[in-house]
């Protein structure tokens, strides 16, 4: 069976100022896929995701998501996304379970319905017992798994993952990579940036590596690591590193 | 409209949930309140000290002086040696005393002119000047009292009448003239007393609200600076709502230390009649709601909470200073033009009118009118200035 676009990015370019952050980048992503969008720091990767969600409008380029044009139907699909930052979010003096309600009222929910799903989401990242606490007394792994939580909410056809793993503890991070996989199986289609290559990796059906802006190689990771070498010779890191260099970014 | 109530319930349960800023919040109004009372409270007509040095203790006329002087209300009488009234003039604790000399009921009662020293540092000042013009106005009684006493006695020297029965009867006519005078002052008083509590009020409730334009200026940009702004960006949350949500947040936090310093204004100096009460809380929360928009511009201008604090101070210090906040403004002179384009003015005025004047509504609808344009204008250039600056929408 062929896969169904669910979204799809055509040479997409925003600048600020005389920077080119994004310079032309295009790809698709199918429904029921988690596409890894991987790359060093300054790479595109969180404007492109700030374009994809509605936030940043590109320069030039179009996005479709659920057949909806982004320039045209942003509403239409704000209502099919969920967005986990790579900050953590969220509003630090209320406890979990309020942060949840609220983005859940933000995403057109009843309160009750709200607080049914707030709470089953808590439980799905393993924080139900922790839902009156305050987010600020929490650990940055809590913290973490509260910020997909909150994503979750309004139950989104795409989510759209911002290194949601980072400087968190193996535990808290085993517990995301089980929740993003889990979402997965239930149909969610996602886009997940990391810097974790094993993460992307284990998670991820393809992958597209940018650099300077641009989308430089796109497949699965299997067929990435085939390009120099066996792949259970070699791993995804040895390809990012072939295809960005090794040179310092900051 | 409901996310836009759930925005700002959000930001008021945000505000409830630090204790501290909580406890500031609320307290510094009643803080404000209390200085007010410590420094206007009781002394809201004209007293003054008079300080007295009696040479001629023991004396008729120098006791009977004193006396009359005491009955006035505005006067506290501090009687003083020459040594030590000389001392504290030197050392300027007092500006101005007042010598009645020695032997001042003797040469009174032989009918011989005395003369009383008011011995002062430069002219007295102010209050010292009033003190001398009362001291001034006895002394004239006295005089006047002897002086139509000694002409009756010339007039009667010849009849039977005993000089003491004509000093009696002068000075039980001289009494009820001063208790049923023939010419008579009346006052008609238009609106309340110039109060310095009822002139500083409106100011202070004033200063208050303005307070709203920093809080309103920081919540939006603090939600930029965390990322939950970006993050209601991309839920279904519109522009409008998330614009009428903090507007909501910022009225309400500015209007509740207005609420306590005004309810405490009107249990202790009882200010207010119930009417001009309710119709100063309207003012008040009309002003409110121009602050919170004119937070918001200041918010969708700048990029940064530090940014907004120091904007938002500046703003609200310079319409504190240019608004009539702690002193009136001359009418016709530059100030008043300047005054103007400060959004206070039209407040401070407003409520003015309704404190001070015995003012209603109607009278006000020039300046409810401005205010209400500063809402309309600060919303919409808010929400322009979010659209066109760097990341907006």
């Not at chain 2, 039977?160 to 004509?166: K, L, Q």
Request: include cysteine.
């Amino acid at each position: 069976m062929m896969p169904v676009d669910y979204l799809v990015a055509q040479d997409l370019h925003k600048s600020f100022n005389e920077h080119k952050a994004v310079n032309g980048v295009s790809f698709t992503i199918h429904k029921r896929e988690i596409f890894g969008l991987l790359g060093p720091n300054g790479a595109g990767k969180t404007t492109t995701i700030r374009m994809l969600s509605t936030v940043l409008e590109p320069d030039q380029g179009d996005v479709i998501i659920g057949g909806h044009l982004i320039r045209r139907e942003a509403e239409e699909v704000r209502n099919l996304i969920g967005v986990c930052p790579q900050e953590l979010a969220l509003y630090v003096e209320l406890g979990a379970l309020d942060n949840l309600i609220f983005f859940g009222r933000m995403a057109g929910m009843s309160s009750q319905e709200a607080r049914e799903q707030a709470m089953a989401h808590l439980k799905l990242v393993g924080l139900e017992e922790r839902a009156k606490g305050k987010i600020d007394k929490f650990s940055g792994g809590m913290k973490r798994r509260v910020n997909l939580a909150v994503a979750l909410m309004g139950h989104p056809e795409l989510l759209f993952l911002d290194e949601p793993t980072v400087g968190i503890d193996p535990q808290s991070r085993n517990n995301i990579y089980e929740t993003i996989e889990g979402l997965r199986d239930k149909g969610m289609t996602i886009l997940h940036t990391t810097h974790y290559m094993e993460e992307a990796d284990r998670l991820c059906d393809r992958v597209a590596i940018m650099d300077g802006g641009q989308v430089i190689a796109l497949d699965t990771p299997h067929a990435l690591k085939a390009q120099i070498g066996s792949p259970d010779q070699v791993t995804l890191e040895d390809v990012f590193l072939k295809m960005t260099g090794r040179s310092l970014r900051d | 409209m409901t996310k836009a109530l759930q925005i700002a319930w959000l930001q008021v349960r945000i505000y409830l949930q630090d204790k501290s800023d909580l406890a500031f919040s609320l307290l510094l109004p009643v803080v404000t309140f209390a200085l007010m009372y410590f420094v206007f409270g009781g002394l809201t007509q004209f007293h003054a000290t008079a300080h007295i040095v009696n040479e001629d203790p023991g004396g008729v006329y120098s006791e009977a002086f004193i006396e009359q002087l005491e009955a006035f209300d505005e006067l506290n009488i501090d009687l003083l040696s020459l040594d030590k009234a000389d001392g504290k003039l030197e050392r300027a604790d007092l500006l101005m005393f007042i010598v009645i000399p020695e032997g001042f009921s003797e040469k009174l009662a032989s009918g011989e002119p005395v003369e009383l020293l008011f011995k002062q540092r430069g002219n007295g000042g102010q209050e010292q000047q009033i003190v001398a013009a009362l001291v001034r106005s006895v002394a004239n009684d006295i005089s006047l009292e002897l002086q139509a006493q000694g002409q009756v006695i010339a007039a009667l020297v010849d009849t039977d009448t005993t000089i003491s029965r004509i000093e009696t009867t002068v000075e039980r006519l001289f009494a009820e003239e001063r208790e049923n005078p023939t010419v008579a002052v009346t006052e008609d008083t238009i609106g309340s007393s110039p109060d310095p509590v009822e002139q500083f009020l409106p100011g202070i409730i004033t200063m208050y609200v303005l307070f709203a334009i920093i809080l309103s200026a920081r919540t939006l940009v603090e939600e930029r600076h965390l990322g939950t702004l970006e993050r209601l960006l991309t839920t279904r949350l519109s522009v409008g709502e998330l614009f009428a949500g903090k507007f909501i947040a910022g009225i309400s936090r500015g209007f509740i230390q207005t609420v306590i310093l005004m309810v405490l204004s009107y249990a202790v100096f009882q200010i207010f009649t119930p009417l001009s009460f309710v119709s100063s809380l309207l003012v008040a929360l009309i002003f409110t709601c121009a602050a919170s928009a004119l937070g918001l511009v200041i918010a969708s201008a700048v990029r940064t909470p530090d940014q907004a604090s120091w904007v938002g101070v500046f703003f609200t210090m310079a319409m504190v200073m240019i608004g009539g906040t702690f002193f009136p403004i001359e009418e016709g002179s530059v100030m008043e033009i300047i005054s103007r384009f400060s959004v206070n003015t039209y407040a401070n005025d407003a409520l003015g009118t309704l404190i001070n004047e015995g003012g209603s509504l109607g009278d006000i609808g020039l300046e409810i009118g401005v205010l209400a344009g500063v809402i309309v204008v600060g919303l919409l250039l808010s929400r322009y200035l979010f659209k066109v600056m760097p990341g907006g929408r």
